[in-house]
């Protein structure tokens, strides 16, 4: 038995409303998928102003949620957000419409149309797929590439971010993990990520070396260096001092320039070495305490002028 809504007149607006053969169909086929206007008109044979008609009606008695997407609404019933009274009566409804003729004839039109749209979207892919790249840089950016590898990260982290700089890497960390703490001996680069992480309250900037970072044993889940050790003259110790600071299972991330033969180049960076080969780095990693180290080169982008550069990983026992 239907239990009667907190005002009487809104039960009859419902009834009235589900009063229509067309309404019923539409209904059934909006709980069933998100549809436009086309959609609905395709599937149902009738015409967009008589489609149009009825989805207004529906959507002011609150059976259906809609969302712009372009030029076009797309129209959803949502059944958990019907009222109580609201629900039961489009069940019984819903149940007793089953058999229509009609409706079964809007379900193979409904799978009909939905297998038209896969098709285009296959076609176009198909075609695109050589293009996929270009087009999806093009269009989108490759900045969301980034965001969503990110989002992968455990959000309780804490991450020391060693050799911050300008804190880019500490402010792009941040909206993902539970804290960063970011080490830096520059006193300007330390003012510049403080410029750049005051959005952000996660962030902890601390002065000091990366040869005896000032960060307690055992505390960090994760440490990275981006383009640090071709800055020091015994990078053994910078990796011995990750290990330090991590807990037993962090994972150390080492970025750096790839074994290269540019002397001008280095001069010029004020850097102590010329970078690393994989298996070097590997082996700066296992000697500082480290296992599992990996280390691979990074393909260079078009526009960078320095030399490739390489990224290594390894975990703390």
């Known amino acids: 038995m239907i239990s009667a809504p907190a005002q009487p ?110 098709d285009d979207s296959q076609a176009f892919f198909a075609g695109a797929a050589g293009e996929w790249d270009r087009l999806r840089n093009e269009l989108y950016g490759s900045a969301f590439s980034r965001e969503s590898l990110l989002a992968l990260l455990p959000g309780e982290l804490v991450v020391a971010d060693l050799g911050c700089g300008t804190g880019s890497l500490s402010a792009d960390l941040a909206r993902f993990v539970g804290k960063v703490i970011g080490v830096d001996n520059s006193p300007a680069m330390l003012d510049a990520a403080r410029q750049r992480t005051a959005a952000v309250d996660n962030v902890e900037l601390r002065q000091g070396d990366v040869e005896a970072v000032p960060i307690d044993d055992g505390t960090c889940d994760a440490a990275i260096q981006a383009l640090v050790l071709t800055y020091v003259p015994e990078p053994i110790r910078v990796v011995q001092e990750m290990h330090r600071i991590l807990k037993p299972g962090g994972v150390a991330v080492v970025v750096d320039l790839l074994k290269h033969d540019r002397e001008d180049f280095r001069r010029q960076m004020g850097q102590q070495s010329m970078g690393f080969e994989p298996e070097g780095l590997n082996q700066l990693l296992t000697e500082a305490g480290f296992e599992k180290a990996q280390s691979w080169p990074v393909p260079p982008e078009e526009r960078a002028r320095g030399p490739a550069l390489l990224v290594g990983r390894a975990r703390k026992k």
């Open 9 to 118: 007149d809104a039960l009859l607006r419902w009834m009235g409303s589900l009063a229509e053969p067309t309404r019923l169909r539409l209904l059934r086929l909006l709980e069933q998928h998100e549809l436009g206007v086309s959609d609905l008109c395709d599937v149902v044979q009738m015409p967009q102003s008589t489609v149009s008609r009825h989805l207004k009606l529906l959507s002011d008695e609150g059976w259906l949620v809609s969302r712009r997407q372009g030029t076009t609404n797309r129209y959803r019933m949502v059944l958990d957000e019907l009222a109580p009274s609201q629900r039961k009566l489009w069940l019984l409804a819903r149940e007793q419409s089953s058999e229509w003729s009609a409706t079964e004839q809007d379900q193979l039109r409904l799978a009909e149309r939905l297998r038209r749209k896969r």
